[in-house]
């Protein structure tokens, strides 16, 4: 094993938008106690190994380099306020965080400052961003749609969940401008730019994993369409209710979940092409028509994928990572008895053109590590590193850590890089580690549910092209095109 670097260190209707929420300067809002998760030369490839890492040890390869760390402040730093997933534009990062989200400004990677901070619970608080406006994904029942509501049983049919706009216009005070409700709640969303540049598009993303979800019970095989005009953002309101699986997506699948709504969906506007991961199903949809997305081709894994989660295209997309979040996220199944095929990333190549396009199996990929029984690890959110002419991806694994990828030989991926801490604990399993972790114009910024923001340098020299595509906005499931 390569070792360096060591050391310790979610219904009342739209209404009322007059409950105010608390910023830490104040947030207007329009209306919430903390809920439980929904839950130059090639590079070598890492050898694999365990760990055995002490609590808090951190570990890397030596093309990898933490440069900075900013804890979790009030009222986000107790064990039950999780950080979730991360969004960028110009110089800011913003987080999110089950009670609320964070703007940092990250001009200085090596020093990032916190702007900002909303208080507004209601998990997981997904977030996008485009221009002035933030979008936040409440998939918990709430008791009113503004910042101050309260956590009530999802059985109660005056509760909330869906969509909530935020204007970031001014970086310290952002205002919270409107709220628009979805069935079964937003557990995630992806931001779509209409192709006339007047407005964008937010494909929201629920599904119902119990009986604790009345309304939302199987089959829940829709999506919401969200349209928000950007001039008259207080008009956003849901266009469409596409049903992605019209000939019944639900059945039981042995070895594997129900498809009863998506998790997840990846976008790539410049090639009108999404791919959902769905529970029981991974699909790929031409969404050329923004408002009617079609799904072109569908795939299953009832052997080794559990929960279908999420997706990552290659940059030409021909190919479609799909991971599997084996055990929600809260389990310990990087070890060697789920082995090297479960909770792992699934690699498709994409053949065929229009309608016509399918997707073929060609390997799993998962860390080369185990870790202990104390540390939930499974594959979650990364992103493209734009190397041109290569398939590289960076991605968090939970307690797991991050890893960095290839994938160019889709039968053949292999790591080249890690970074990762050992265990929160070593009695008891506290849910921890990178959620999700991103390639951002030169560095890695990882969003810890526990730790906070870090930031992670990567060796130019290891990794060649890794730094010279820059972007000015990047929400990861709005994939961009970059060229060589």
Known sequence: MVRSHTSKSRRLRIGSLA?????????????????TPRLAAEPATVDSASTGLGVDEISSSPNLRQIANLPKQGPFDSESALNSDLA??????????????????IANP?????????????SQNDVSVYGDLLFLSTDSSRSDDSCASASQSASIKASWEGIKVFDISDKKNPRYIKSVETDCGSHTHTLVPAKDGLSVYLYVSSYSPSAAFPDCQPPHDSISIVKVPLETPTDAAVVATPNLF??????????????????????????????????????????SNREAPRVINQVRDTTN???WHSATF?????KVVFTDELGGGGGATCNATVG???????????????DARTMTFRSYYKIPRTNGDTENCVAHNGSLIPVPGRDIMVQAWYQGGISVWDFTDSANPKEIGYWERGPLSDTRLIVGGSWSSYYYNGHIYSNDIQKGLDVVEIDQASIPGAKTRHFTRLNVQTQPDYRD
């Open 19 to 35: 409950a105010a929420g608390l910023l830490l300067a104040a947030v207007a809002a329009p209306a919430s106690a903390q809920a």
């Open 305 to 307: 994928f559990a929960f």
């Open 246 to 287: 019209p000939d019944g997506g639900y059945a039981g699948r042995p070895g594997g979940s129900a498809t009863t709504g998506c998790h997840d969906i990846t976008v790539y506007p410049q090639k009108d092409l999404a791919a959902g991961a769905c529970m029981g199903d991974g699909i790929l949809m031409d969404i």
């Open 340 to 354: 090297p095929n479960r909770g792992a990333d699934a690699i498709f190549d994409i053949t065929g053109a229009g």
């Open 88 to 105: 960028f534009q110009g110089p800011f990062a913003y987080a999110g965080n089950y009670n609320g989200f964070t703007i940092y400004n």
């Open 314 to 318: 290659n940059n030409t997309g021909t």
């Open 110 to 122: 090596a020093a990032p400052k916190v702007m900002s901070q909303v208080l507004c619970p209601g």
